[in-house]
């Protein structure tokens, strides 16, 4: 059953060309985005730096509105619903941020810091203290940890009090944005598993937002692939990192150090190339073809749609591979 629904999702910034100049663009951010993401599942979402998955992320939790489509959360239509129309919801959708140290209150101790949410909601203080003390043991950290300010922390542990500020208020779908990316190796290992087992022990939903493309191959159950506000290809993890229709997607996945060569051309790994954002948001058709090896005079004038190249694998590419 579908949890989160987005629908035509636009989200478009008025920029100027220079600072010298008074011309100004519409930047679309978030660019006729549609996707689900079902009950108790992972969803993924990559993309470079740039690409509109943070703004997608604000646009669901309602920190901005959309300037077209539909959000649906729960077979509820929450588009334009009002901030106090919204509150009964908004502790069923928490997020929790890139920044563990950035996103915590400095002048706030632990146990302060995880029941903000619970005390915003108004619950009695007994089932807020027992509520605190529950999510500080499922975080793998002592009862002695909610005395102690986040400076007192490693970056693992504020990360861990994060997901239990994040969690306190019984959500049913947590917005992950870069959530491990700030973190070491080992650590990043740590919080997946973490994510996991509380996945099942809520039965939670995930929106993953990540550079990390192990990570997302990692805890995804499907994924969908950013490129300047679209998605460009989406599909169940595994068959679309096996099997990439996009060149774009194939140039993410050759940039990993673990890819197979077979899907490098001719062993030398070919990365897309950052392109102007001002001259790029004016071309009409595909928004990569400067940067594909595939691209055709068809890929400049036309704008591709997202058509199904395998059973629920789909792709914005007028010549897939």
């Known amino acids: 059953m579908a949890l989160l629904e987005l629908k035509s999702l636009n989200k478009s910034y008025e920029i100027e060309k220079n600072i010298f100049s008074r011309n100004r663009f519409k930047l679309k951010a978030v660019d006729d985005v549609s996707f689900t993401i079902k009950q108790g599942k992972t969803f993924g979402l990559v993309g470079e730096s740039g690409c509109g998955k943070s703004t997608l992320?604000?646009?669901?939790?309602?920190?901005?509105?959309?300037?077209?489509?539909?959000?649906?959360?729960?077979?509820?239509?929450?588009?334009?619903?009002?901030?106090?129309?919204?509150?009964?919801?908004?502790?069923?959708?928490?997020?929790?941020?890139?920044?563990p140290y950035s996103s915590l209150s400095p002048r706030l101790k632990v146990g302060q810091i995880i029941s903000e949410p619970l005390e915003a909601f108004s619950l009695r203080p007994r089932i807020v203290e027992e509520r605190i003390a529950e999510l500080i043991v499922q975080m793998g950290l002592g009862k002695e940890y909610l005395n102690r300010l986040p400076y007192e922390l490693s970056g693992g542990e504020r990360q861990r009090v994060g997901i239990a500020r994040a969690l306190a208020t019984y959500p049913k779908l947590v917005i992950l944005d870069e959530a491990v990316s700030s973190l070491d190796l080992s650590t990043q290992a740590q919080i997946l598993n973490l994510l996991l087992e509380l996945q099942n022990r809520y039965k939670l939903s995930y929106l993953f937002i990540a550079h990390n493309l192990n990570a997302v191959?990692?805890?995804?159950?499907?994924?969908a692939v950013m490129y300047y506000g679209q998605i460009v290809e989406t599909g169940v993890t595994t068959r679309v990192y096996e099997k990439p229709a996009h060149p774009y997607t194939r140039m993410l996945l050759a940039s990993r150090l673990s890819f197979k060569r077979k899907l490098l051309n001719g062993g030398k790994t070919q990365l897309a190339r950052e392109g102007n954002a001002v001259s790029d948001f004016k071309i009409l058709g595909c928004k990569f073809f400067k940067y594909c090896p595939n691209s055709k005079q068809k890929c400049r004038q036309i704008k591709p749609q997202l058509e199904e190249v395998a059973p629920g694998?789909?792709?914005?590419?007028?010549?897939?591979?």
Do not use: M, W
């Open 217 to 223: 191959e990692f805890i995804a159950d499907e994924l």
């Open 57 to 99: 992320a604000k646009l669901i939790v309602k920190l901005i509105n959309p300037d077209a489509g539909k959000i649906f959360f729960d077979r509820q239509d929450i588009t334009q619903q009002t901030e106090r129309e919204f509150r009964p919801l908004r502790q069923k959708i928490q997020i929790v941020f890139q920044d």
């Open 313 to 321: 694998h789909f792709a914005s590419c007028f010549y897939p591979g």
